[in-house]
Structure formats: C-alpha cells, structure tokens
C-alpha cells in the first residue's frame, strides 16, 4: 500500500497543471480510481469525486491544481511540464485521499473521496463544486495539508479559526505625468503611493483592535520608466489577511476609504480591484477532537496556539457540514526537506503519506462506524 | 543657403544615433566641411571640429546625439534608424552651425565650428572634448537649442544661470522578503520605501531656502512580483535640479542623509548611486547682450523670467570662456509643432534654420571685427 | 454584614488620597481591623496587613489609592476631598477585603488581608510590599477589581494572560528654534515629530505578529508658542500595551529605534524617558477554575474572550504565588451606574459588596480546608 | 535736528502701546506736530497725519504700535510699560518721519506725514487709512524700517516684490477621544494631525513651481492632556508665506484640500480659520531707483537679491500710489547692536536717525521740485 501511495504522488508530481486546467491530472485520478473498481463523476471541467460505498456520509477532500514554479529538485520524478510545479504538495493530497479510497472501497466502508481542482487561485474550485452537488448526502467533511514547517510525525489543527480569510487587491494610482524638473505640473503618482502605503499602516496600527489580527502588505509596486520623467500612473498590489467577517468588511472599507481619500486629497484617481478571498476556515470543534483522538499511534497531535494567516478553501465545506482540516507535518532535516512552501525545492517526507492515508480512513470509519 | 541648411538637417534627420555613437553623423558632418573646402578635425571617438580661418576667436557649438525614440512623424526624411530620433533638435543645431560655418568660411571670418557628441548622457561629452582642446585660442563660445514652448521668431536667453544642474540618482532599499502574512518576519523595503520618498519632501519644504530652486523627483519605482510576496528589494530612480553648487552639495548630502537614515531606523540596507550631472549653465551677461543686440531683424529676443530647470552640457565651456546660450523658438501651431522635446512627434518650424544661422554668424563677426 | 461594608465603603469613599499618601486611609484601615480584634501591620509608610489567623496560607488583597478627579456625583458620601475621588473602586475593594476578614475572623480561618498603597501609579505599591515581606507564608492570592461594563451578578476572569504590561514614554525632540519664514536655518521639531509619530504606526502593523496584540498610543503633544516661530523642541507623551514580556522588550527597542532614528535623520536629538510598567497580569489557571466554581450562587462567571489593555500591580504577586484577579461587575443602568473607571461620575452598586465578600472567604476557605 | 530726533525716539520707546490701542503715543505725535505748527489730524481711533504744505504730492509713513515683550535693555529710556516694548523700531520710524516733517515745513516743502496705527497685526491699519482718506491727492509715497540684519551706513531695497504675502492659519482636528489602550474606539487625531502635517509638505515641494517661492511653516501643535488618553482635539498653528497672489490663492487652497482630505479619509473633522495677511510688498522700480539715488552721500545702497519673507501693510500704500520702502541698516557690532526685531534685547544705532530723516527729505523734494 504504501509503494503505491509513493507511486501515485510521484506520477502526479511529474504532471503539474494550473489552476483550473488539471485535465491531465484529472484523467489519471479516473484512471486510478477505476482501477480500483469505482465510478468517478466528473464535477465541472477538472472535478472529480468517486464514492467508495452507497450513500457515504463522510468526504475526504483533496486539492489538484499546482502553480507556476519551476522545480529546482533534482529527482527521478520531477515535474516534467517547464516552468509547473507541484509545490505546495496537493500531488500529496491526491495521493493520501487515494489511498484512504482503496482501503475504505475494500473494506466496503462508504465515503465520498473529491477531488476539487482550483485551490491556488480565486475564487477557487470549492465554492462551484459545492453548488455542483459534491457535499449531496454528507453530513462530515475532512482536509490535511502538508506542512514543510512541521517535523514529521506531527500533526497540527486548532479549535475555531484555523486560517485566515485572504483577500487581494490591485490599485492603480492616476495622477498626472509630466517632467521630473516641473513636479507642479504634475500630479505625482510616486508621492501620492507612498502617502497611501504609509497611511495604510495607521488601519492596523489605530483602527482595529488589537485583538483582531488583522495583516494588509503590498508586496509589489511599479510606476514609471525614467529617472527624470513623472508617470502617469503608479500600481501596487497587496494582501490583506484577516480572522473574522466583519473585521475583514471593516478593514476593506477602511483600505477603500485611504486610498480614495488620499489620492483624492492629492488629485489623483485611484482604481481600486478588490477580490474577496476564501472566507475563514473555522474548523468544527468536535471533529478537531476526532483528528486529535484517531491520530494516536499515527501521529502526535499538537494544537495550534493560533491560526494561520494562510488561507484556504476548504474553508466553504466548512460552512455547509461539519467538519475539520489539519496540518500534516512533513519537515525532516536530515533528508534536507526544509523548503518552504511555494519553494522551488520544496519536497514531501513521503513516509508520512501512508499514515495519513490510515488517519483519513480512520476519520470516515469513525462516523460510519457511530451511524449518527 | 536655406535649402542648403534645410538639406543638412534633413540628411541628418535620417541617421540618429546614440549619445557617444555618433559614428555616420561625424562622417557626414566632416564631409559636409571638407566640401566647404574646410580642414575638419576629429576629437575623441565622434567629435568633430573645423576652423574657419586662422585663429578663431570665436566657437560655434552644435550637440550631435538622438534619442532612443520610435519617430511617430510621417514625413519623408523620417528616421531610418529603428528605434532612435533626433528628438531634441540636434540635427538643427548642427544644419544652423554648417550653413554659418558656410557663410563664414566665403566670408573670411575665423570661427571655430564644434560638433559635439553625447550630451544627452552624464557625463556629457562639452567636458572630454574640452579636455582635448577644442576651446584652445577661443575666447568666446555660443550656442542654440530649439525651443518647441517658444514660438517661431523669438529667441529666448537670460544672463546669469539659465539653465539647472541636473542630477540624478537610483536607491535600491534592501530589507528582508517573506511572505505577506507574516510581515513581522521582514522587513518590509515597500513600506520603507514609502516612508524615504515621503521623508525627501522635507528637503525641499524645510531645509532648503524658498529662494533656491529646487525640485527632488522620483521618476521611477518598482520592487515585487506577487501581490502576496513582501519583496526583498525595491528601487527607484530620481533626479535633482539646483542652480547653485553649494545648494546642490548640501542637497545630495541630505538626500544621502535621509535615505540612509530612513532606511537605517527600519533595518534595511540602502545603496545609493548618485550620479552628479552637468553644472548650472551660466551665461556671461555681456554676451547675453550681445545675443539681444544682434537678434534685431532676425529675432524677437525675450529675456527668460526665471532659469530652465533642465541641464544642458554647454555650462562646462562656460567655465572656461565668456558666452551665452539661447532658446531658439520653433513653435508653430499652424504646422501642428507643437510637441514638446523627447516627443515622438517633435518636430522643427524649418525656416527659422537660416536666420539662426545668420545670428551665429553675426555673433562671431562682432568679436572678430572688435578684434578685442 | 451587609450594611458593614456598604458603610465602610461609604467612609472610605468620603477619604480619597493619592497614590503613596494613603495616611487617613490606612489609619481607618487600622481602626476597623482593631475593632474586630486582629493586630494590623503596618508596611512601609501607608500599606497594611492583618492575618486572620496563625499562619495564614491564602491573602486577599485591596488597593487603597484614589484618583485626582473632582467628583460629581451628588451623593451623601460624597468625597470630602477637594479635587481627589475613589473613583477605581479601591473602596469598594478595601471595604469587601475588610467584610471578608470579618467573617473569616468570625470563623476562625486563618487569611492575610493585604491593603495594598499605589497601585495607580508606577512603580505601584506591590513591589514594595512584597519587598517588605506581606506574601511570606502565603501559598495563594486573590484580588477582585469592580468593573462597570459587566453587569451586577456577574464575574470574569481568564486562564493566563489577564490584563497588559502598560509602559509610559515621554519623549522630547530637539531641533532648533527659528522663524517660520525661513525654516531652512531651522530644524523643525514640529514636522520631525510628525515624521517620528507616523513612522511609530509601522511598528504594530509591519514589526510585531499579527497575534501578539500591541498598542502605542501618543496621548498627548505640545511644542511652540506662536504661530510663525518655529520651537526648539516639542514633547509628545505616549503609552503601549503589550502582554509578553519579550514582546515588551522587543516594542520598547523598536520605539527608541524608531524615535532616534528619525530624529537623527533630521539632526534633532531625542530625549526619551521611558517608564516601565507593571508586568502582564498572568492569572493560574487552577486559581481561575477555582473563581468560576467558588462563584456559583453568587455570581455568573464569565470567561473573558481575550485579555484587557490595561494594567494593574496584582501581577508581581502572581509572579511570586498562585493565585488569580477576577472583574466583578457592578453596571446597574436602572440605576444609572453607567459611568466608566476614572469618570468624576463613576459609581458603583454596593449590591455587589456582600456577595463579593463572601466570595472571597470561599476562596480563602478552599485552600484551607484542603490543607494543601 | 539730530538731538531732537534722538529724544523723540527715546521717549517714544518709553511708551510703548498694543496694535490699535495707540492712545498716548497719538497724544505725543500730535503734541510735537504742533509744537512745529502743523495741523495734525486724526484718523480712526489712534491714527494722525499733517501736512507740511498745501497740497502735498508726496507721504511719508511711520507705524506706530508696539509688541508684548518685556524688554531686556538696561537704557535710561528703558519701556515704562511693562510687558510692551518697541523692539520692531517703530519709535525709530516715528522719529525719522517727525525729523523729515520738522525740516520740510522749515523749507516750506509740502509732504504728508502719516503716523498709522496696527501694523504688526492683522488686518492692520494701512488699509483702513486708506479708506479714511489719507491718500487723497498723494502721488508717490515712502517708508523706512530699520533692520539689525543690515549694517549702520547701508540701505537696501529691490525693484518689484520686496516683501511677502504672510498669512495666518489655525486648525483644529477633531476626531474621537478615548482610551490609548484602545486606539480602535478612537478616531486619533494626534495621528492624523502627524499625516497633515507630512502632506503638507506636499504642497511645497510637489503643487508649487521652484520659482516661486514659498513656505509654509507650522508654530504650534498642541493636544490632550495624559500620556494614556487620546485626546479629542488637537491644534495647530502656522503661518503661509507667498509673493503672488495667484499663488497666495492656490497655495491657500491646497492647505484647505490637504487638511480637509487627510482629516476626512481618517474620520476626523477639521475647523480651519485661515487669516489672509497683508499682500506681497510691490516696490515701483522708478521709485527704488530714486532712492538708490539720493542716498548717495548718505547711506551705501543695496540691491537685495532676493525678497524678504516678512510681511508689511505698507504694501496697501503701493497698490494705490507709486513708491516704495526700503532697509535702513541698524547694525553695530561694536556697540552691540546685534539683536534680531522682535527680541528683547533689539537696540538701534541711533546715529541712522538723522541721515535716515534727512533721506526722507530729499526724497519729497525730489518729487515737489519736478512739480510732475
């Protein structure tokens, strides 16, 4: 079982596809999951879930889509689409929910295994797959997600708020161009983006609570093509991470607010892109408790001090049955398995991906075993 | 003699060439004077000069550099070189310094006529070729430089400083990347960024006195890839005009006082590469009336409220004879030339080619026939 | 026993001094304690104790200050005091600590009532205090602060992190003086106060985690006397809130960096006094869950969702025993107690005080009878 | 003469008065006008003039209020009022224009002589003796104001703008007060002041052209009472200074954008009470030439490079009549004599007096002798 686990997420790893184009990888799970004697339904363009009893009450989900790195891995199995990469370990994801799949299919246990493409990229595949109809007849939903910043043999989850709701934004700055020497016939763009980026600060720093963790970065901006010459327009993009609804409504009305008021202060226009992120993953606190109970002899659990500023949209399963998502750890020093996420030499400690497999089994068995 | 310029221009309109790589513009510029029956003299790798008579007293100065523009005009001396333009009038200067070169050599009158590559790029090339001689004997020095603000029949001087020092600089802030969720774990060079370019406004606004003009400007900024990714880096690119050395001096000191200081209190790291530009172009007032006096008839002269924020390279051979430089109008709505210098669409009201060089010739035969 | 204490309450309330100047007030102390037959202690200049029994385990403590607030409510026990009001509940606190003594004497349980000088400015008075000796022998230690925006009936209090570390600075930028019409031969403390004030944001929302809730909050800024003379120096006066003591450290570093930094850049100089505060009041999750099931019958416990951002001295004790603070509500609107800590119309329901009372001979009552 | 002048000006110094409040100092001029037989007239509360002919062509003006400052001389004509002092050398300017009077109605040379109340606070009393009158059937008119800058023996003025438009502005932000603790229920407005204060700056060095000159300082800042309560109002105070009027007009604007923008993008409202100053001083060029002039002999004449940025409501005289002011140079090291205006210690060499009237003079003659 394990070899075959290993061997799935190596042959996923070699066919990395974006967001929303995992047609490769959608025909090799349906392959492999006939293979296994079941009937894969596909959900959308890229979709897939295949139930491995009737009437399943329990899902096990896993994300398929990979992003636009190129691997630096030198490894028998490296991705083999230039300039794709599967790292952020959603091959893994895949092949610990198809390998939970053929044990509970021969043990006979039902449980809906998805497989939902899309993750990386708002609005994500979530949210359609659910209004497809993946969660019909489910009443429990479980996650993991590899973690390259937990030692392996550890798993992690939390109570509530696991991770943050993750918005993005793009804003264009148009002021007024003109030569560097005559700035009054200008409406700089430059300055007016730097009197924006710092009054962004004073959002966290004064208007919410200190209690509310609340992050907003730019992490890029770009204006103009000459020492000596004022551009037109300045662009900068940002994140803002937030824990709850109405902070996160709160803090965007805030970002709106500076930035329309200070470019406007200042003469400027400002076009402002705003996209709403996945909301919170709020695990259910029961089913935490059954991660945490089903792990021993697995893995040790550790619950998480706070939640992630990462975000997630498992987080939508989330809203419609109860459920839990949980960080597997996969970091081990000693193979040199250190690399961060979203790394180009990211790499997954596989001797985790059979004890994860067991743990989801574990997790349906618990619920079909209660017939709640 | 005004078809003759008009030709010169032309032929020279057609073949632009970058600062310092003026190679087929020297070899059609010493052709032209060896037609004339002149002696032409290469200095440096493009540079060009030719006596009129035996020992000139007098030196006639034209810039032979173009820009790296795409010419958008549709006209039949177009640019055959892709991608560069002689946007900045210097094939005008160099037909007006041809055809009085022309006059006078018929007449007898010693001028020293200097084509003069590169003054579009600090360092400029008035200082390379002044190093190698082409001010030796002379003692008076003037030049022209089309102005597309000023219309047709005027030409445009002041005595004193008439045009700035022009500076310019580029700052790369180095602080620390990371994910944008975790901004405490960085050391955010956008945000800082942000503080520096709001901080050197102070310059200008508190240290230095309202009557010293000065701009700071920053033309240019970017750092980042990823709207979730705080960047390592961000650089911007700037350029500073003064009119005094010493308020220049004291300027780019506190600029390096303000980055370094900003930069210094946020943890990061800034490198600056300022690179000190041209002089102050400061006319010799005698000489400036001398540009008025010998303007009647030609020219309506109009004395310059305040300097030109822009810089030119004409200011090293100030520093080392008396003489002035003068705005040349070409404007003329009429034609529809009305776009501005470094305009893909800059173009040159033709008939002011043959009285501008009438004034040059008129401005060396009244130094010679002082024989002050 | 009711009427007891509301009366103490009353005449205390009627005697408010300042911080360190609690002479009246520890003689009225003294007085009472007599009455019931104990032998109070006198420590340091105004601070109190008085055991209950021979070897006491547990201590009570109330803090005995007030506040230099002209009172205004027009009550019959109104302050006598020109200009100072118990206006914390510091009466309250004493007169439920005197009620509990009563009783414990009544039944021969052994307690330290500890009556406590300061606690409202820094240093505080618990330092010294327990310098002098008041918590040898004592195993455990309770405190209770009366709270109007908790409802009458109910109590709060939280496992941990309670109440904030609360630091106070006071800073002084000195640029130089001179005429705004020439701010060029000036420094200008007003703009670099501006520079500093707004940089000091950048320190909550880039350089602390989102997770580690910080405060900096400038309360007050003065500088200059004219509105066009531009002053030597200008005085802003701030506080910050932390809850770790590395947290702490690491804030304090970065507002000295921030504040010097920036001055510096400017040539000013900074003269910061920085006043540590009380540490984080970091409650014995025993002790809590001791609170929560004491408090059945008397009142609704509450968990407090996160800590409060203010101070209080109670935490040296709880770095020297076991032991937890409790909030005791005492919001009555019928009634109009409405009005906050530190209002000159703060009130407080004197409902609360016998059940307060009785709360703490429980708590002393617990650990002595499980002679533990 | 120049003993007289010298008593006339001490004892005026002993009586210094408030800007409209001029009581005793009237009473004084009036009495010597009629000592030398003229027919002083009031005008307004405080305010004189006298002709020393029939028909005068040609004013002469002197202000006549003092300062709130306690002088610090240690003269036997020391100010008997305390806390007033004539440290801007109106008493000087008086003296001089009662000398010229003195000696013009001797030769029987017709001048207006104007002592004008108010002019160191605005709106200042020019204006309003325009209006009553005092200009009718005068052509040309002159001042003087000492300066300690300049020293004794020289004079200075300059053709076209000589002094500054100074305005006044006072601003209150009101935002939300509340606990520093928690910065989340209050709208900061010491935080939003700090980012006016930065935008400001703005206005300067970016919406105004670096040819014309103008500052904009703030004097003042203050806000809120304790280091831990933020505050709900904070103000401040500055000054504006222009030499245009359409750059007064825009400048004025964008002080009132800038305040407004910033104060409405974070929540807070701002009360601005803007005082339009006296306008730019605007000397006749034909009117300096006169008295470059007839300085000679008398004082050692300088053109002055640049205007002052100091205010004068002689500038309302010009905007009427042709004429112009001047700098009569006070400074004696030796004696020192060193003090700026407006100190405590401000002194005038005394021996300027005299030419000082004498110039006076020969100014007015200059004009009634041409009989233009």
């Known amino acids: 079982m394990k070899d075959r686990i290993i061997n799935w997420r190596r042959e996923l790893h070699q066919i990395p596809e974006p967001s929303g184009k995992e047609f490769r990888t959608k025909e090799y799970i349906m392959g492999q999951l006939k293979n ?10 890229t979709g897939v879930y295949a139930d491995t009893g009737k009437n399943p009450k329990v899902a096990l989900r896993a994300d398929m889509d990979a992003l636009p790195i190129d691997e630096e891995n030198d490894i028998p199995y ?7 990469m599967h790292a952020c370990g959603h091959d893994a994801h895949m092949a610990m929910v198809l390998g939970a799949g053929y044990m509970l ?43 390259p910043t937990l030692e392996r043999g550890k798993i992690a989850s939390r109570k509530g708020v696991m991770m943050a709701c993750s918005d993005e934004f793009e804003v264009e700055i148009k002021g007024k161009g003109g030569h560097g020497a005559y700035p009054h016939k200008t409406r700089d763009p430059i300055f007016i983006s730097s009197l924006i980026i710092t009054s962004l600060q004073g959002i966290v720093s004064r208007n919410v609570s200190p209690f509310s963790p609340v992050v907003i970065s730019i992490g890029k ?21 937030t824990l709850k609804p109405d902070v996160k409504e709160f803090v965007k009305e805030r ?12 003469g400027a226009e400002a076009r402002i892109e705003y996209r709403d992120g996945y909301p919170a993953l709020v695990n259910h606190p029961d089913e935490v408790r059954t991660i945490e109970e089903e792990s021993r002899g697995l893995f040790e659990y550790v619950e998480m001090e706070h939640p992630s500023m990462g975000g997630e949209d498992f987080s939508y399963y989330l809203e419609h049955v109860k459920g839990a998502f949980a960080f597997l750890g996969i970091r081990n ?38 017939k709640d």
């Open 36 to 45: 296994m004697g079941l009937s894969p339904v596909e959900v959308g363009e």
């Open 78 to 84: 490296r991705s083999t689409h230039p300039g794709m």
């Open 105 to 147: 299919a021969e043990e006979k246990i039902p449980a809906r295994l998805i497989f939902q493409p899309s993750e990386e990229t708002i609005p994500g595949g979530a949210k359609k797959l659910i209004e497809l109809g993946v969660l019909d007849g489910i009443e429990r939903i479980f996650g993991l997600h590899v973690d």
């Open 221 to 241: 901006i770009e204006g103009g093509n000459a020492f000596n010459i004022i551009p037109e327009r300045v662009k900068f993009y940002g994140t803002v991470r």
């Open 255 to 266: 970002i709106f607010g500076v930035i329309n008021g200070i470019a406007g202060t200042h």
């Open 333 to 370: 020093e000693e193979k040199g398995i250190v690399y961060p996420l979203h790394s180009p030499r990211f790499e997954v400690d596989e001797e985790v991906l059979l004890p994860g497999a067991v743990l989801l089994t574990r997790l349906v068995r618990r619920y079909e075993d209660k």
